[in-house]
């Protein structure tokens, strides 16, 4: 017995010695979250142009600007949500959606030949654009360090685009709509660095330009934001983005394109685990 009571002690004590001169644990951040949940708002502004063709006319439409021509608010104030899943160590899978909805009334200050239509500075028009976006990126981190990591990898993008105009002429009402969707790929990197123990900094951007069947289409993207890890599982931060999306529609009835381009900050809180 007083043999097994001096082994335990002694295991005991080498135990405790190990843990004493074992490196602790690195702290929560970007780097070592498995799953992450971010919540955002996003405070930026926007311009949009397209042109929606004539379909029995030989020459294209008019070129527009939704918020110039048809008085759409450039200031966009939308919630945004994304999803963050990590496979294994180096592996990430990240997920965004969201989605822009406006609508404006106004006398065109310029005949625009929208469709089959042509609208003229006495028409009063009313109109509507809608834009959703689901975006799903997967990097490989070929960095993979304590307080740095940085991946490569590519993204598909699910985009769909919306313009609808309608107007009471002498020849009565009438109304234009213009849709287009289709899914793109880009090539992405993605970077993050816990330059404190709290603080760190992740950047990304994504680019390319794809043909699909009768749509083409380009996508930008680029994001940057600073984190606080205030809890270990909680996080507020700041970022900033950036995007450019055009799609445009051939073989259709109308043809013609839409351009989106947004930017500006963005609040957000980021659980996670």
Not at 68 to 84: G, H, I, T, W, Y
Request: proline fraction near 6%; avoid cysteine.
């Amino acid at each position: 017995m007083r043999h097994l009571l001096l082994s335990a002690t002694l295991l005991a004590a080498a135990a405790a010695a190990q843990a004493q001169g074992a490196p602790p644990p690195e702290p929560a951040s970007p780097i070592t979250d498995h799953f992450a949940l971010r919540a955002g708002a996003f405070f930026g502004t926007a311009v949009t142009d397209g042109r929606v063709d004539d379909p029995a006319a030989p020459t294209a439409g008019t070129p527009f600007s939704l918020e110039n021509d048809f008085k759409l608010s450039p200031r966009v104030r939308q919630a945004r949500a994304e999803f963050m899943f990590r496979l294994r160590e180096r592996g990430r899978l990240r997920v965004n959606l969201w989605e822009l909805t406006r609508t404006g009334t106004a006398n065109p200050p310029a005949t625009i030949v929208y469709g089959g239509h042509t609208f003229t500075p006495t028409d009063v028009v009313n109109s509507e654009f809608n834009w959703r976006q689901v975006d799903l990126t997967w990097t490989y981190s070929f960095l993979h360090r304590s307080r740095f990591e940085l991946g490569a990898g590519l993204g598909l993008h699910l985009l769909e685009a919306e313009a609808n105009a309608n107007a009471m002429l002498a020849t009565g009402p009438v109304t234009e709509k213009f849709s287009g969707a289709g899914p793109f790929v880009t090539v992405a990197i993605d970077g993050t660095w816990r330059f404190t123990r709290r603080f760190a900094f992740s950047a990304r951007g994504q680019y390319l330009k794809l043909t699909v069947s009768s749509v083409k289409g380009s996508l930008a993207d680029y994001h940057g934001d600073v984190q606080f890890r205030w809890r270990p599982n909680l996080a507020f931060g700041l970022g900033y983005e950036s995007t450019q999306t055009r799609l445009d529609v051939t073989n259709n009835n109308p043809n013609g394109f839409m351009e989106l381009g947004t930017k500006g900050p963005e609040l957000f809180v980021r659980a996670s685990f």
